[in-house]
């Protein structure tokens, strides 16, 4: 198994909603907590969309979807949550967006950059994207000293972010494959703290069951059928590299505005394979 650095890294995972992460990357970033690394989680929205309920109002789905991200995260082994109060559901504004990641890369010295791949197909949900995009943007362009010159002037220093890794579903073939046998549990258990975890669940599964109004019993039955989706998922993703459970990434090295991959894609171009994939 490959490890790719011995140092503590800053390690800061940007997503829409609340519940991202732990759909695709809380296996990795609990390992690499457990590993020593420091992690933060930014979340650009509070998610206040994302419930079929209708006895809720917004106010009410952002207060307890941070809660849950809270305790998901401290589940994960997250050093610090941000929540950016950006609205939910289609309306960010991207340059404005990526003038805040740019702040957030340069003040807490990121070296790695874990997002959403803004360049899938057929992903539907507007922020992923946006998301995604600027998140990217903000790794390559956060070392530039010309640039948000207003946040140096108040102290925050340019900063050489390392890598962006673009997590689950994919527009590249992956190159990184992260064995996260030893953190299913932990994954799961995190992603059981959301009410929209147990809505997909009970759609899913147990329709008769009220995702707003689960009895222990039922939880029971909930838990082991997040078991089954989780697991069949890291499954799946592990077996194509032999390991028992993984979750895949697209790693991009970075350069200030640029990803470090112009061989790379310039070899694919004309047809050749891409490089075989790491585990890490
Ligand atoms: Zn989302």
């Given at each position: ?50 419930t079929?309920?209708r006895?809720l ?9 941070e ?8 589940i994960?082994?997250v ?10 559901a ?42 995604g ?9 956060a ?36 064995d ?5 549990e ?30 222990p ?14 697991r ?26 640029h ?22």
């Amino acid at each position: 198994m490959i490890k790719i650095e011995s140092k503590n890294l800053n390690i800061v995972a940007i997503f829409a909603h609340p519940d991202d992460l732990s759909i695709f990357c809380a296996g990795t970033l609990a390992r690499w907590a457990e590993e020593g690394h420091n992690i933060y989680a930014l979340c650009c929205t509070s998610g206040e969309v994302g419930t079929l309920r209708r006895d809720l109002t917004k106010e009410q789905v952002a207060a307890t979807r941070e809660k849950e991200l809270k305790a998901a995260n401290e589940i994960i082994g997250v050093k610090e949550t941000i929540i950016l109060d950006y609205p939910d559901a289609g309306f960010i504004n991207g340059p404005e967006l990526r003038e805040k990641l740019v702040y957030f890369v340069r003040k807490l010295k990121a070296d790695r950059v874990v997002t959403f791949d803004p360049w899938v197909a057929y992903e539907v949900h507007p922020d992923h994207l946006i998301v995604g995009r600027m998140a990217a943007e903000a790794a390559a362009f956060a070392a530039f000293p010309l640039l948000y010159t207003d946040q140096i002037k108040k102290g925050v220093e340019p900063y050489e972010c390392s890598e962006v890794w673009f997590m689950g579903l994919l527009g590249h073939k992956p190159n990184y494959f992260v064995d996260i046998s030893s953190t299913l549990e932990k994954k799961i258990e995190a992603a059981l703290k959301f009410e929209a975890t147990l809505e997909l669940l009970a759609k899913l599964f147990a329709p008769k069951i009220d995702p707003a109004n689960v009895s222990p019993d039922e939880l029971r039955k909930l838990t082991k059928y997040a078991n089954r989706l989780y697991r069949s998922m890291a499954t799946a993703i592990g077996n194509k590299m032999d390991i028992k459970a993984a979750e895949a990434f697209f790693v991009q090295k970075t350069l200030p505005g640029h990803f470090d991959n112009f061989q790379q894609l310039t070899s694919e171009m004309l047809g050749n394979p891409p490089a075989k994939p790491k585990i890490y």
